[in-house]
Protein backbone atom coordinates (compact mmCIF):
# COMPACT_ATOMS: atom_id res chain seq x y z
CA UNK A 1 0.00 0.00 0.00
CA UNK A 2 1.41 3.13 -0.74
CA UNK A 3 1.17 6.27 1.68
CA UNK A 4 -1.54 8.22 -0.69
CA UNK A 5 -3.30 5.17 -0.71
CA UNK A 6 -3.49 5.24 2.98
CA UNK A 7 -4.25 9.50 3.21
CA UNK A 8 -7.46 8.03 0.94
CA UNK A 9 -9.08 5.65 3.29
CA UNK A 10 -7.72 7.66 6.64
CA UNK A 11 -11.40 9.26 7.08
CA UNK A 12 -12.64 5.47 7.03
CA UNK A 13 -9.98 4.41 9.64
CA UNK A 14 -10.53 6.99 12.36
CA UNK A 15 -14.07 6.31 11.81
CA UNK A 16 -13.87 2.72 11.74
CA UNK A 17 -15.69 2.43 8.70
CA UNK A 18 -13.69 -0.17 7.06
CA UNK A 19 -14.22 -4.03 6.42
CA UNK A 20 -11.31 -6.07 8.21
CA UNK A 21 -9.54 -6.66 5.54
CA UNK A 22 -8.85 -3.24 4.59
CA UNK A 23 -8.13 -1.97 8.18
CA UNK A 24 -5.96 -4.89 8.45
CA UNK A 25 -4.14 -3.54 5.36
CA UNK A 26 -3.85 -0.30 6.80
CA UNK A 27 -2.62 -1.46 10.17
CA UNK A 28 0.18 -3.09 8.39
CA UNK A 29 1.01 0.15 6.24
CA UNK A 30 0.77 1.98 9.77
CA UNK A 31 3.29 -0.81 11.76
CA UNK A 32 6.13 0.17 9.12
CA UNK A 33 5.49 3.73 7.80
CA UNK A 34 6.68 6.41 10.71
CA UNK A 35 5.24 9.37 8.76
CA UNK A 36 1.85 7.33 8.05
CA UNK A 37 1.15 7.27 11.66
CA UNK A 38 2.36 10.36 12.88
CA UNK A 39 -0.43 11.75 10.43
CA UNK A 40 -3.24 9.36 11.74
CA UNK A 41 -2.10 10.20 15.18
CA UNK A 42 -1.99 13.74 14.71
CA UNK A 43 -5.13 13.99 12.98
CA UNK A 44 -6.91 11.52 15.67
CA UNK A 45 -5.87 14.44 18.62
CA UNK A 46 -6.99 16.74 16.40
CA UNK A 47 -10.46 15.52 15.97
CA UNK A 48 -10.42 14.59 19.72
CA UNK A 49 -9.34 18.32 20.56
CA UNK A 50 -11.82 20.14 18.97
CA UNK A 51 -14.52 17.42 20.16
CA UNK A 52 -13.36 17.92 23.74
CA UNK A 53 -13.10 21.41 23.50
CA UNK A 54 -16.20 23.16 24.39
CA UNK A 55 -15.82 26.12 21.89
CA UNK A 56 -18.97 28.66 21.76
CA UNK A 57 -20.94 27.34 24.66
CA UNK A 58 -24.09 28.87 25.15
CA UNK A 59 -23.88 30.64 28.45
CA UNK A 60 -27.00 30.02 30.58
CA UNK A 61 -28.39 33.58 30.46
CA UNK A 62 -28.06 34.37 26.99
CA UNK A 63 -29.91 30.66 26.74
CA UNK A 64 -32.51 31.62 28.64
CA UNK A 65 -33.00 34.76 26.77
CA UNK A 66 -32.78 32.77 23.49
CA UNK A 67 -35.62 30.37 24.43
CA UNK A 68 -38.16 32.92 25.68
CA UNK A 69 -37.42 34.67 22.83
CA UNK A 70 -38.13 31.91 20.33
CA UNK A 71 -41.39 30.48 22.41
CA UNK A 72 -42.71 34.29 22.19
CA UNK A 73 -42.18 34.51 18.42
CA UNK A 74 -43.77 30.77 17.88
CA UNK A 75 -46.76 32.12 19.86
CA UNK A 76 -47.08 35.11 17.72
CA UNK A 77 -46.77 33.06 14.43
CA UNK A 78 -49.62 30.79 15.86
CA UNK A 79 -51.82 33.45 16.99
CA UNK A 80 -51.34 35.32 13.42
CA UNK A 81 -51.19 32.64 11.17
CA UNK A 82 -48.86 30.92 9.25
CA UNK A 83 -46.62 33.09 7.32
CA UNK A 84 -45.81 32.51 3.52
CA UNK A 85 -42.21 31.02 3.67
CA UNK B 1 7.69 28.13 27.89
CA UNK B 2 6.26 26.33 31.34
CA UNK B 3 3.52 24.12 30.72
CA UNK B 4 0.47 25.06 31.69
CA UNK B 5 -2.57 22.63 32.66
CA UNK B 6 -5.24 23.62 30.43
CA UNK B 7 -8.79 23.29 31.87
CA UNK B 8 -10.28 22.52 28.43
CA UNK B 9 -9.98 18.58 29.26
CA UNK B 10 -9.85 15.86 26.97
CA UNK B 11 -13.04 14.15 28.18
CA UNK B 12 -11.96 10.14 27.35
CA UNK B 13 -9.89 8.75 24.57
CA UNK B 14 -11.27 7.24 22.17
CA UNK B 15 -10.64 4.73 18.95
CA UNK B 16 -12.82 5.97 16.97
CA UNK B 17 -15.33 9.10 16.65
CA UNK B 18 -19.04 8.14 18.34
CA UNK B 19 -21.75 10.16 17.71
CA UNK B 20 -22.33 13.39 20.23
CA UNK B 21 -25.93 13.56 20.46
CA UNK B 22 -27.56 10.14 21.74
CA UNK B 23 -31.52 10.76 22.22
CA UNK B 24 -33.75 8.13 21.28
CA UNK B 25 -35.42 8.61 17.93
CA UNK B 26 -38.73 7.46 19.01
CA UNK B 27 -38.86 9.93 22.18
CA UNK B 28 -37.59 12.74 19.79
CA UNK B 29 -40.19 11.71 17.54
CA UNK B 30 -43.13 11.55 20.03
CA UNK B 31 -42.24 15.53 21.04
CA UNK B 32 -42.25 16.39 17.40
CA UNK B 33 -45.79 14.77 17.00
CA UNK B 34 -47.41 16.66 20.09
CA UNK B 35 -45.82 19.67 19.18
CA UNK B 36 -47.17 19.07 15.45
CA UNK B 37 -50.82 18.79 16.66
CA UNK B 38 -50.12 22.13 18.77
CA UNK B 39 -48.47 21.42 21.68
CA UNK B 40 -46.26 24.21 22.33
CA UNK B 41 -44.71 22.50 25.54
CA UNK B 42 -43.67 19.95 23.28
CA UNK B 43 -41.81 22.05 20.56
CA UNK B 44 -40.04 23.87 23.95
CA UNK B 45 -38.73 21.01 24.98
CA UNK B 46 -36.88 20.24 21.20
CA UNK B 47 -35.77 23.67 21.96
CA UNK B 48 -34.43 23.01 25.15
CA UNK B 49 -32.56 19.63 23.64
CA UNK B 50 -31.01 21.24 20.44
CA UNK B 51 -30.61 25.14 21.04
CA UNK B 52 -27.21 24.61 22.66
CA UNK B 53 -25.89 22.42 19.64
CA UNK B 54 -27.37 24.85 16.98
CA UNK B 55 -25.98 27.65 18.46
CA UNK B 56 -22.43 26.19 18.16
CA UNK B 57 -23.07 25.26 14.44
CA UNK B 58 -24.03 28.65 13.84
CA UNK B 59 -21.53 30.23 15.59
CA UNK B 60 -18.73 27.98 14.15
CA UNK B 61 -20.45 28.94 10.17
CA UNK B 62 -20.89 32.52 11.00
CA UNK B 63 -18.19 33.15 13.09
CA UNK B 64 -19.74 35.76 14.80
CA UNK B 65 -21.78 35.76 18.26
CA UNK B 66 -24.79 38.36 17.08
CA UNK B 67 -25.32 36.50 13.77
CA UNK B 68 -25.56 32.93 15.59
CA UNK B 69 -28.24 34.48 18.20
CA UNK B 70 -30.49 35.60 15.04
CA UNK B 71 -29.32 31.82 13.48
CA UNK B 72 -30.98 30.23 16.81
CA UNK B 73 -33.71 32.09 16.80
CA UNK B 74 -34.72 31.94 13.09
CA UNK B 75 -33.88 28.25 12.19
CA UNK B 76 -36.22 27.25 15.66
CA UNK B 77 -39.04 29.18 14.03
CA UNK B 78 -39.09 28.43 10.35
CA UNK B 79 -39.07 24.36 12.41
CA UNK B 80 -42.22 25.53 14.42
CA UNK B 81 -43.91 27.25 10.84
CA UNK B 82 -42.81 24.18 9.17
CA UNK B 83 -42.84 21.39 11.12
CA UNK B 84 -46.03 20.20 9.10
CA UNK B 85 -43.74 19.99 5.93
CA UNK B 86 -41.27 17.84 8.20
CA UNK B 87 -42.06 14.35 6.71
CA UNK B 88 -40.30 12.18 9.42
CA UNK B 89 -38.12 10.55 6.92
CA UNK B 90 -34.91 11.78 9.24
CA UNK B 91 -34.31 12.81 12.83
CA UNK B 92 -35.99 16.29 13.75
CA UNK B 93 -32.54 16.89 14.36
CA UNK B 94 -31.34 16.58 11.41
CA UNK B 95 -33.82 18.80 8.94
CA UNK B 96 -33.15 21.30 11.72
CA UNK B 97 -29.25 21.48 11.21
CA UNK B 98 -30.67 21.62 7.31
CA UNK B 99 -32.56 25.05 8.73
CA UNK B 100 -29.79 25.79 10.91
CA UNK B 101 -26.54 25.55 8.06
CA UNK B 102 -28.59 27.43 5.66
CA UNK B 103 -29.81 30.42 7.75
CA UNK B 104 -26.26 30.25 9.33
CA UNK B 105 -24.44 30.45 5.26
CA UNK B 106 -27.40 33.41 4.26
CA UNK B 107 -25.85 35.80 7.44
CA UNK B 108 -22.63 34.99 6.17
CA UNK B 109 -22.94 35.78 2.76
CA UNK B 110 -24.75 39.03 3.64
CA UNK B 111 -21.40 39.71 6.01
CA UNK B 112 -18.94 38.92 3.29
CA UNK B 113 -21.10 40.12 -0.02
CA UNK B 114 -17.76 40.14 -1.97
CA UNK B 115 -17.13 36.32 -1.47
CA UNK B 116 -18.80 33.78 -2.64
CA UNK B 117 -19.97 31.17 0.19
CA UNK B 118 -21.26 27.93 -0.61
CA UNK B 119 -21.24 24.40 0.74
CA UNK B 120 -19.97 23.86 -3.18
CA UNK B 121 -17.11 26.36 -2.45
CA UNK B 122 -14.06 24.17 -2.97
CA UNK B 123 -10.53 23.86 -2.61
CA UNK B 124 -7.87 25.26 -5.18
CA UNK B 125 -6.03 22.03 -5.71
CA UNK B 126 -5.94 18.42 -3.81
CA UNK B 127 -2.59 19.80 -3.13
CA UNK B 128 -3.55 22.08 -0.14
CA UNK B 129 -4.53 18.77 2.29
CA UNK B 130 -1.95 16.52 1.72
CA UNK B 131 0.75 16.82 4.83
CA UNK B 132 3.65 18.79 4.19
CA UNK B 133 5.03 18.51 7.87
CA UNK B 134 5.38 15.16 9.53
CA UNK B 135 6.25 15.90 13.18
CA UNK B 136 5.08 14.19 16.26
CA UNK B 137 2.61 16.00 18.69
CA UNK B 138 3.36 16.23 22.73
CA UNK B 139 0.97 13.33 24.41
CA UNK B 140 -1.34 15.97 25.29
CA UNK B 141 -1.10 19.06 23.32
CA UNK B 142 -3.88 20.70 24.58
CA UNK B 143 -2.24 21.06 28.20
CA UNK B 144 0.45 22.72 26.19
CA UNK B 145 -1.24 25.55 26.87
CA UNK B 146 -3.69 27.65 28.92
CA UNK B 147 -7.68 27.34 28.59
CA UNK B 148 -7.78 31.41 26.79
CA UNK B 149 -4.88 30.60 24.69
CA UNK B 150 -5.94 26.51 23.70
CA UNK B 151 -9.47 28.34 22.83
CA UNK B 152 -8.02 31.05 20.94
CA UNK B 153 -5.56 28.71 18.70
CA UNK B 154 -8.75 26.44 17.76
CA UNK B 155 -11.24 29.24 16.86
CA UNK B 156 -8.55 30.88 14.90
CA UNK B 157 -7.40 27.87 13.03
CA UNK B 158 -11.06 26.42 13.00
CA UNK B 159 -11.59 30.14 11.27
CA UNK B 160 -9.30 29.48 8.41
CA UNK B 161 -10.90 27.05 6.64
CA UNK B 162 -13.10 27.38 4.35
CA UNK B 163 -17.23 27.56 5.14
CA UNK B 164 -17.83 24.37 2.91
CA UNK B 165 -15.19 22.41 5.43
CA UNK B 166 -15.82 24.12 8.40
CA UNK B 167 -19.35 23.46 8.07
CA UNK B 168 -18.88 19.24 7.23
CA UNK B 169 -16.15 19.17 10.20
CA UNK B 170 -18.35 20.77 12.86
CA UNK B 171 -21.06 18.77 12.01
CA UNK B 172 -19.34 15.47 11.59
CA UNK B 173 -16.97 15.79 14.27
CA UNK B 174 -17.72 18.35 16.98
CA UNK B 175 -21.62 17.63 17.07
CA UNK B 176 -21.08 14.21 16.18
CA UNK B 177 -23.43 13.54 13.21
CA UNK B 178 -23.20 10.47 10.96
CA UNK B 179 -21.91 10.51 7.92
CA UNK B 180 -25.30 10.38 6.07
CA UNK B 181 -27.09 12.56 8.75
CA UNK B 182 -24.54 15.35 7.72
CA UNK B 183 -25.39 14.55 3.82
CA UNK B 184 -28.81 14.83 4.47
CA UNK B 185 -28.67 17.91 6.47
CA UNK B 186 -25.85 19.44 3.99
CA UNK B 187 -27.64 18.13 1.09
CA UNK B 188 -24.69 16.58 -0.22
CA UNK B 189 -23.30 13.35 -1.30
CA UNK B 190 -21.71 10.98 1.32
CA UNK B 191 -18.62 11.37 -1.04
CA UNK B 192 -18.83 14.46 -1.08
CA UNK B 193 -18.96 14.65 2.78
CA UNK B 194 -16.09 11.88 2.95
CA UNK B 195 -13.69 13.95 0.62
CA UNK B 196 -14.56 17.20 2.53
CA UNK B 197 -14.04 15.85 5.95
CA UNK B 198 -10.73 14.23 4.85
CA UNK B 199 -9.51 17.65 3.85
CA UNK B 200 -11.00 19.56 6.47
CA UNK B 201 -9.28 17.15 9.14
CA UNK B 202 -5.92 17.24 7.27
CA UNK B 203 -5.84 21.25 7.18
CA UNK B 204 -6.56 21.47 10.59
CA UNK B 205 -3.91 19.01 11.46
CA UNK B 206 -1.16 20.98 9.39
CA UNK B 207 -2.12 23.98 11.01
CA UNK B 208 -2.01 22.80 14.16
CA UNK B 209 1.25 20.92 14.09
CA UNK B 210 3.38 24.37 14.56
CA UNK B 211 1.72 24.44 18.06
CA UNK B 212 1.12 21.21 19.17
CA UNK B 213 4.60 19.38 18.36
CA UNK B 214 7.21 18.08 20.76
CA UNK B 215 9.51 20.55 21.49
CA UNK B 216 13.22 19.83 21.82
CA UNK B 217 13.48 20.95 25.64
CA UNK B 218 10.90 18.44 26.73
CA UNK B 219 8.30 20.80 26.83
CA UNK B 220 4.97 18.39 26.58
CA UNK B 221 7.30 15.71 26.71
CA UNK B 222 5.85 13.24 29.45
Known sequence: MKCSEFLNELTNYLDGALDARTKSELDDHLAWCHNCYVVCDTTRKTIEIYRNSELYELPDDLRARLQAAIMTKCSGHKKSGPASG | ?222
Open chain 2, 1 to 222: MGRVAGKICIKQRMSTIQPNIEQPVSEEMQLVRRAKRGDDQAFEELVRRYDRNVFRIAQHITQNREDAEDVVQEAFLKAYSNLEKFQEQSKFYTWLVRIAVNEALMKLRRRKPERTVSLDEDVKTEDDSLPREVADWSPNPEQMYNQAQLRDILTRTIQGLPAGFRTVFVLRDVEGLSTEETAQALELSIPAVKSRLLRARLQLRERLNRYFQKRASGDGDQ
